[in-house]
C-alpha cells in the first residue's frame, strides 16, 4: 500500500519513522516533506494548498491512505 504524509515538520518525520516498520506499507511519500523524512519515504516538492495538483499525485501514484500531520 502507498500512503501520502502531509507536512515538512518533525512531527511528519517520527511519523514517517514509525510508518516504515509496517510491512505493509510499500511506499510512503511526503509532500513536501524535509530532510529527515527523506530517510524514510520520497519527498515531492509539490504545494499542497493546490488542491487539484495535489489530487493528481495521489491518484498518479495509487496512494491508498492520506496522513495530515499539521
Not at 14 to 37: D, F, H, M, Q, V
Not at 52 to 65: P, S
Request: proline share 3%; glycine share 8%; net charge positive.
Amino acid at each position: 500500500m502507498n500512503i501520502a504524509l502531509i507536512g515538512s515538520g518533525g512531527r511528519e518525520h517520527a511519523l514517517c519513522k514509525k510508518l516504515r516498520e509496517s510491512k505493509k506499507i510499500n511506499t510512503i511519500y511526503c509532500l513536501p516533506g524535509n530532510a529527515g523524512t527523506a530517510n524514510y519515504a520520497q519527498n515531492l516538492k509539490i504545494d499542497v494548498n493546490n488542491h487539484r495538483e495535489l489530487l493528481k499525485v495521489i491518484n498518479l501514484l495509487n496512494i491508498k491512505v492520506v496522513i495530515i500531520g499539521p
